[in-house]
């Protein structure tokens, strides 16, 4: 038996995850659910947006399944995904993009590419934040090491060594950040140099936008920093139909959190009409982490055949069905 931390989440997060419970239940996989809150519901029960009681159940099960979380706007809030991964040092996050069938694809059939970003520093943590006293001047400190270019390097390598592709593109802009992507191209040359059975190239990453939407198909695992990860991940589930079929996993050396990374859409909460292939697909990163590889192609092949059947397809994916009813259709093609 394995036990997972479950968090529900806010807006549309408790549907969806409901649905992957059906889903992963149906399985017959042998899990067991810790269910704990974070988010806008931890904050009403709790008094804090991630309760203590929620990372000692991280800490304790190693793994966590997770559905959108809404962090309050102002008052001083932090981005509750920004603070576990700095709980966890969780410095690996992974985006796969993948065409599927029946969906808003610009590019149909095309596109297969993960994309793994550094997660724990570079610009997007926003570190040494300071705004002048008369409001005119804004300054941003970003900071690159060796250790964080390294591991992410080595996992995007080792990524593809273990799921059989056969090339890494570093993406970066060394070209005018000479210091952090400087460093952080010559560390993933380094580390590529350790792998000569995978090809390697470079790219700056304004040619790397350009290039994902003309030529996706080019692109097999990205590895990249922190905010142009975050830039091209999303960039990637919108060449796909959209962020409904992202999902993600932060991966650290003592924890991992799988997720959907849209958002809560609190303007369809309860109505029962969220898609929840996003939140589907993260739980197959989970079964591929807790060493499970058959039984996460085994949920992916009956989302497909789902999608292909156009069998109670929410209305975001052009059907009329309900959350519910695709979660059931899909365990039916388990």
Do not use: W
């Amino acid at each position: 038996m394995t036990t997972i931390t479950v968090i529900r989440g806010d807006g549309i997060g408790p549907e969806i995850m409901d649905a992957t419970l059906h889903v992963l239940d149906a399985m017959q996989l042998g899990l067991a659910y810790e269910f704990e809150d974070a988010g806008m519901v931890a904050l009403e029960k709790h008094g804090a947006l991630l309760p203590e009681a929620t990372l000692d159940s991280i800490r304790r099960n190693k793994v966590a399944l997770k559905s959108p979380l809404t962090t309050p706007v102002g008052g001083g809030f932090s981005s509750i995904n920004v603070e576990l991964r700095r709980r966890f040092d969780l410095y690996a996050n992974v985006r796969p993009a993948r065409t599927f069938p029946n969906t808003r694809a610009r590019f149909p059939g095309k596109v297969d590419l993960i994309t793994v970003r550094e997660n724990t520093e570079g610009a997007y943590i926003g570190e040494g934040q300071e705004v002048s006293a008369d409001g005119e001047t804004a300054v941003l400190t970003q900071k690159v090491t060796r250790k964080g270019s390294e591991r992410i390097a080595r996992y995007a390598f080792e990524l593809a060594r273990t799921t059989g592709r056969r090339k890494v593109t570093v993406v970066h802009k060394a070209n005018i950040l000479k210091s952090t992507s400087g460093l952080f191209l010559k560390t993933a040359r380094e580390v590529a140099a350790q792998y000569p059975d995978i090809e390697c190239n470079e790219m700056i990453v304004d040619n790397a936008c350009m290039q994902l939407v003309m030529r996706p198909e080019q692109f097999d695992i990205i590895v990249t920093t922190n905010l142009f990860g975050d830039i091209i991940s999303d960039l990637c589930a919108g060449l796909v139909g959209g962020l409904g079929l992202a999902p993600g996993a932060n991966i650290g050396t003592e924890a991992a959190i799988f997720e959907a990374v849209h958002g809560s859409a609190p303007d369809i909460a309860g109505k029962g009409i969220a898609n929840p292939c996003a939140l589907l697909l993260g739980a197959a990163q989970m079964l591929d982490h807790l060493g499970k590889p058959d039984q996460a192609q085994r949920l992916r092949g009956a989302i497909i055949a789902t999608l292909e059947a156009k069998d109670s397809l929410t209305p975001d994916l052009g059907g009329e069905g309900n959350t519910l009813a695709f979660a059931k259709a899909i365990a039916s093609r388990l």
